[in-house]
C-alpha cells in the first residue's frame, strides 16, 4: 500500500446519497477472478447515461469523489473499494459512510474523510462553478482544501496512522515476522503438513455419464 | 475459574496478544482453498510480490463448481472452467497441494481435509468458506473467512482477530431410533435461530454428542454457522482418536502418544463459566424437517405447516408468511402430505459414507417413487470409490437412482445440478435460502435417513412409515 499524507487531485461532485455498494459495482461483476482491472464496473448501472458526472471531459482525471451521506451501504463486497481505486479515486468524502465499506477502505488504501454535509454542499457548489477543479486532503492536517475554501474531515485514529505509514494489515502482521517465525519454532512435531502429500493408495475415478 | 475449550484452543495460538484494543494475532495450523473465494487473494498476493508463507499448511480442492457427469470431458460453463483453470494455475504458481477433478483425493473441501487425517484436535483450521465449522467436530477451532483474510493467511499464516463468545449448548438424553445428528443440529437452530450463534462459538456437549460417530459430530458442526455462530466444537474423545489413528496424515509412534496426551486436555474444565448455555432433550426429538426459506424455520415431520399467526414478533410472522409463498405452502397442510419433486443426497453435511449407507440400507430392494427423481452425490472421490467398493452403487441404480461423481452439487447449484422453478426438495444440505439450489427451486431440509424414505414414497416420510408396508409400495 502507498504511503498518501497528502492528496491533491480533481474533486468529482457526486450528488446522491444512499449509494449502495450494488450502484458501486453491480452483482454481476462479481465473478470475475482478478483483483484489479474493475474500473470498468464502477458504477455500471449510470455510466450509460451521458449526463452522468464521470462522463463528463473535466472529470476524467477525477480522484476526489464528494459524495452525498450514507455513502458505501448494502452488502459487504470488497469488489467496491477495488473498483474505485482501479477508476483512480484516492479519496471519497461524504458525511456519513456504512461501516462495512469504510472498514474495507482502510483496508485497502482508500481514504475515506467524513465532511459535514453544509460543507460537503460548499464544495459541490465550487465544483460546479469550476469543473475540473482541484481538490487538496491533508490527512496531516485533516483537512479538505478547493480553492480559497479549507474544511476539516474526520478519519480513525488508527486508519489515518496505516494510510500515512501505508500499511495495509498484511504489512502489519509482517511486522510481527519475528513473533511469528519464534511461535512456529515452539509448534509440536505431530502437526500434521500438507507437504509431502500422504494419501490412501491412487484409485480410478471413472466419470459418471448421465442416465439413459 | 477454569477455562472452556474455545479459550485453550486460543490460548494456545496465540502468537501476540493484542493490546489497546487491537486484535490478537492468531496462527492458522491448516488453511484450506477451494475455487470460488481464492482467485483474488492469489492475485493479491503476485500484486504485492508476496509468498505463501506455508505451503505446506495449505491445500486446495475443486468443489463448488465441478459437474458431477462426463468429468472427464472440458467444463462447458465459461465461468465455472475460469474459476477453477485459475486455481490450479495459482496452485502451480505457488506450490500450493491441489487434488483436481478426477483424483480420487478431489471433493468438497470439508470431507477432504478430515478423511486425509489433516484435521486433527487441537488445531486452527480456517477456509474460505462458512462450514468451515465443520472441522470443529475434532475439537479444533475451524471458522469461515473472507477473501482479503484468505490472503491474509497465505501471506503470514496468521490472523488478527478478536476472541469469540462461548456457548454451551448441552444436548442430553438418548436419540431415538430414526433421529439422527441432523435432526439434532436442525432442532438446535430452530430453537436458538438463525442470528443466536453470532459472535459465539458453540460447544455441543452432553450424553447424545458423545454417543455419536465422527462423522455424525461433523454434520452437527458444519451447520453451526447456520445458527449464525462463527464456529462449532466437540471435545475430542476415544471416539475422535479412534477416527483419526491411520489416516494417511495422522502422526506415528511417540508423535502420536505425545499428541493424543495433549489432545486428552482439550476438554472444558468443570468450573470453566460460558458466556451462554442452552439445553436440549434428545429423547424428545424426532426427525426434523425446515418448512420456510431458512434452516431456523424447521419442526418435527409430524407437525403442520404453521400460519404465520402462530408466530408472537412481527418480524417471524412476516418471514414465515413470504417463506409460504415462495414455498407455494398453506398453513396446515401436513409435512408428510408434501410431494418431493427431487431427493438430493449430499454436501459437506452428510455426503459421507455413513450417510450413504444409512440411506442405501432404508432404498435396499424397494423401487423409488415414480414420479421423484434421486440425486446421489457422494461427498469426495474417495467416499465415492468407498460406496462402489461396498456395492452401494448398485443399490442406489437398482432403485432408481442417480449415481454421480463427488462435489458440492445441487447444495449450492453453481454446477449445473440445480432445481427448476418450484420444483420442491428434500436435501440433506445445509442451506433452503431462497434459489439456493436453483432459480424459484423450493428445498426443505431433511437427514439422509428421511431423503432416503421420500425418494420411496415421493412424499415427505421418514423411515417409521415405510416398516411394515414396503411390498406394498413398490
Ligand atoms: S457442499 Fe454446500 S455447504 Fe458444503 S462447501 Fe459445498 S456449497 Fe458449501
Redesign the pocket.
Known sequence: MEKITTHTGVGVPLRRSNVDTDQIIPAVYLKRVTRTGFEDALFAAWRGDADFVLNQPEYANGSVLVAGPDFGTGSSREHAVWALKDYGFTVVLASRFADIFRGNSGKQGLVTGIVSQENIELLWKMLDAEPGKQITVSLEDRTVTCGELTVPFEIDDYVRWRLMEGLDDISLTLKREEDITAFEATRDAWRPTTLPAKTEPKQQVVAARPAQ | MGTTLAEKLWRDHLVVKGEDGAPDLIYIDLHMC?EVTSPQAFEGLRLAGRQVRRPDLTIATE??NTPTLNIDLPIADETSRIQINTLRDNAKEFGVRIHSLGDADQG???VVGPQLGLTMPGMTVVCG???TS?HGAFGALAFGIGTSEVEHVLATQTLPLKEFKTMAINVNGTLAKGTTAKDVILAVIAKIGTGGGQGYVLEYRGEAIRALSMEARMTVC?MSIEAGARAGLIAPDETTFEYVKGRPHAPEGADWDAAVEYWKTLVTDDDAVFDTEVDLDASELEPFVTWGTNPGQGLPLSATIPSPDDFAEESDRTAAANALTYMGLTPGTPLRDLHIDTVFL????N?RIEDLRAAAAIVAGRSKAPNTRFLVVP?SARVRLQAEAEGLDKVFLDFGAEWRNA???M??G?NPDQLKPQERSAST???NFEGRQGKGGRTHLVSPLVAAATAVRGTLSSPDDLEDAPAALV
Not at chain 2, 449430499?346 to 453435511?349: A, D, F, L, R
Open positions: 477451494h468443489d463448488h468438497v473441501v470439508h468458506d462458512s462450514h465443520t458444519n449430499g454436501s459437506c453435511t455426503g461427498g462435489g458440492c452439487s447444495c449450492l453453481m444440505s445445509n442451506r
